[in-house]
């Protein structure tokens, strides 16, 4: 119930008492409203008649400005890119839920929007499905001063269509020992390559396909795949070890974000990508630094798999 209602219902002495009992009695459903990111940080100290005080967690605030701050280190970086005719490509890979749209929505937030493009394809067509499997992706490859984000990958046949059953063992197996020789040959050619992996729990994988549920805004995102995750999430485990054991190699490295908290994760994702990188205007290497609580190598992933493999219960996602 609004401050306004609540006035007229103690103002109104036609009411009985009755009737304002059970008037105070209904409560006006809760609606849980989110500010859009970067208001906090926008209006933080002013003042006016039309501005209304709302309780904001300090580390919400500190989360906005150290994004804002990596975003201009973002657009410093697309300016270099784009003068020495660099080639970037970026691929996210992992669970669902894992946050990979959520980072890749932050990164080119302000970026130009003629340098960069984001390739999320749908399932391959007929035609499609009769070719090699990279054909449809080296389309999308970038030219000289594009940076391209890959929401998800050639990687789906890694884990998504071995654990759907939509590839045979053949084509799994084929893929696995035909991408490192792919993305050596990309490497080489002189493109930069990032291959990220956001590793998400279980507990919060389930605690965000209940939010998509009751979201209107997120409900889009549910799937018929989506619903069999937590069902197979062991199956997907395996294929993630099996992924990471044959394609993270030294020209061609994996790095696992860990995301069950998302602005960890964005945060420290794009503080990686940065300090891969040489730009002009670069802040100090310092402040661009990734926690290792969020961001972890490739090798020591496998390693941490390979110690509790017998433990699944162990494993993060």
Not at 108 to 134: C, H
Not at 140 to 148: D, K, N, Q, T
Not at 245 to 269: F, G, M, Y
Request: charged share 30%.
């Amino acid at each position: 119930m609004s401050s306004e209602e609540l006035h007229v219902v103690k103002s109104d002495s036609k009411v009985s008492g009755k009737a304002a009992k059970q008037a105070k009695s209904k409560k006006a459903p809760k609606v849980k409203i989110k500010l859009t990111e970067g208001i906090a940080d926008r209006n933080l100290g002013k003042k006016g008649d039309d501005r209304v005080p709302v309780l904001i967690k300090q580390s919400h605030l500190d989360y906005e400005a150290e994004l804002k701050r990596l975003q201009l280190e973002l657009m410093k970086l697309q300016l270099t890119v784009k003068e020495k005719g660099m080639r970037v490509v970026m691929l996210f890979e992992g669970r669902d839920a894992a946050g990979k749209g959520g980072t890749i929505k932050r990164i080119i937030a302000n970026m130009n929007a003629r340098g960069v493009r984001v390739v999320a394809l749908e399932k391959p067509n007929d035609q499609e499905s009769t070719q090699w499997y990279f054909q449809r992706y080296i389309q999308h490859l970038p030219s000289a001063g594009e940076i391209v984000l890959f929401d998800r990958s050639w990687y789906n046949r890694a884990m998504v269509e071995p654990v759907m059953g939509f590839c045979t063992d053949e084509q799994h197996k084929r893929f696995l020992k035909s991408v490192p020789m792919f993305e050596e040959m990309l490497v080489k050619d002189g493109i930069h390559l990032f291959k990220f992996y956001f590793s998400v729990s279980k507990k919060m994988q389930k605690k965000r396909f209940k939010a998509r549920e009751t979201d209107p805004l997120k409900q889009y995102k549910l799937s018929p795949v989506d619903k069999l995750a937590q069902e197979y999430w062991h199956r997907y485990s395996i294929a993630k070890f099996q992924m990471l054991n044959e394609t993270n190699r030294t020209i061609a490295p994996w790095t696992i974000v860990r995301s069950d908290n998302k602005k960890k994760a964005r945060l420290n994702c794009i503080k990686f990508i940065l300090s891969q990188m040489d730009y002009a205007g670069k802040v100090a290497d310092e402040k661009l630094l990734p926690d290792p609580k969020y961001i972890i190598s490739g090798i020591d992933e496998i390693r941490h798999m390979e110690d509790n493999l017998m433990n699944p219960d162990k494993l993060h996602g």
